[in-house]
């Protein structure tokens, strides 16, 4: 049973989880290795949104400054009715009430911006390893191997290799993740190419609810001229070949995003119209199902982010829920003592995270169930779909102080055994 601070953490995956974990447990003045299969010349596509929580942390971490310079900084999505009119706003971030506006930028930036700073602090990365099995687990530490045939150990082990995990095999054999039924495909367009109707305000970015379900378009550059467009279907589930076929197959992949083109406004019909055909991608919403652990039986093997818990996107919370894994774990290690050893800390970790993934699930499908296309919205009863309320609703998930819920869980601890000094 680990008693004190692990000296020697690894980490597997260099994603955003894990790079970020890194950054963490150097404020904490704990020592890391990190293992990454990609090099990093390969380039990750696409935009994420972040919205307050996330952006609370990489500010912490001196990285808010640097990314909101170079995305879209905005507050709501608008929603829209098939006639245009804007029905409700959803706030993906206020400056006001939750301290931050909503940020997209482009995930290859996050990445960067997060391997220089772990460079500045010069916290070891190996790229180009997979890790293949953990050989062996013990009171005195863990060692573990990868493909190409080399070992390593570590006082303790963290799996942030995403939503596939080879961790995750050691800790929960057998669970794979579950494909949701949705796909969603995107495209990325010059916001030029939209024809927005005159005498009609369209902020963006927006979801227009129609017949067939809602049609997203949401700027993602720092100037907004960049939008990506998209929405999302049902879809029978595909192999891992039928889906890199299908992402392959672009005439397949337009034909499949433009169905149902005629029942769209005219916005809508100049997106599908004017799809640049190399930026048509498709995600396919797989779900890690609700895991009774996140650590192995002998306690120093331990998951986050996607791997622990990957959700469907609607809220925009898949990468800010890796990085409050990160935060509240790299509060506890420091803190391990005979009072407080790893296995009572990450017992508490996972249930206080669990409850926070499992409320932000619940908010994902209510937002899920309003993109759901009108015949199948009618047949939801109330409060199965989202409707805003007063302000400051989203509180619970944007303005969560999630590292001091720890501390004062720590603080507790301690006074109940009679430790006065808990720094
Ligand atoms: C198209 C798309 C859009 C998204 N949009 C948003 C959004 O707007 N907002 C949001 O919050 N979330 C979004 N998400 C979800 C978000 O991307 C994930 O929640 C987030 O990336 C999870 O981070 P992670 O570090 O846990 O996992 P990942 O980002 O998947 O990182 C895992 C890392 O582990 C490495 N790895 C895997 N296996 C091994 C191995 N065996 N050995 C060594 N390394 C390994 C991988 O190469 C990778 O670098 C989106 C996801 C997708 C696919």
Sequence with gaps: MLTAPPKRVAIIGAGLSGLTLALALHRHGIACTLYELRRPSVSSSGALMLSPNALRILDTLGLYGRLSAQGYNFETIAYKNQAEVTTDRYYLGDEKTYGYKALRVYRQTLLTELRVMAKQLQIPITYGVKFSHIISEDDSGVSFAFTDGTVASADILIGADGIHSTVRKYIAPGVVPKYSGQVAITCAIPISKLEIPKGIEYEMPVAIHGKNGAFVMAPQNVDGSEVLAGTQRAYPEQDRAGWDALLAD?????????????????????????????????????????????????????????????????????????????????????????????????????????????????????LNNTRLPQAERKKLEAGQTWVSGESGQLAWLYNAKVEEDVQAWIIALMLESGYANVG
Excluded: C
Excluded at 269 to 280: E, F
Excluded at 327 to 342: D, G, I, R, V, Y
């Design 250 to 366: 672009k005439d397949r992949l337009l034909a499949l995003f433009r169905t149902g083109i005629e029942d769209w406004p005219q916005i809508v019909k100049s997106a599908l119209n004017n799809v640049p055909i190399d930026s048509l991608a498709i995600w396919p919403y797989y779900v890690v199902p609700k895991l009774e652990r996140w650590f192995s039986s002998g306690k120093r093997v331990i998951i986050l982010g996607d791997a622990a818990h990957a959700i469907p996107p609607t809220a925009g919370q898949g990468a800010s829920q890796g990085f409050e894994d990160v935060f509240t774990l790299a509060a506890l290690l420091p803190h391990l003592s005979e009072k407080m050893p790893l296995n009572k800390a990450i017992t508490y970790w996972k249930h206080m995270r669990q409850e926070r993934v499992d409320k932000v699930i619940k908010l994902t499908l209510q």
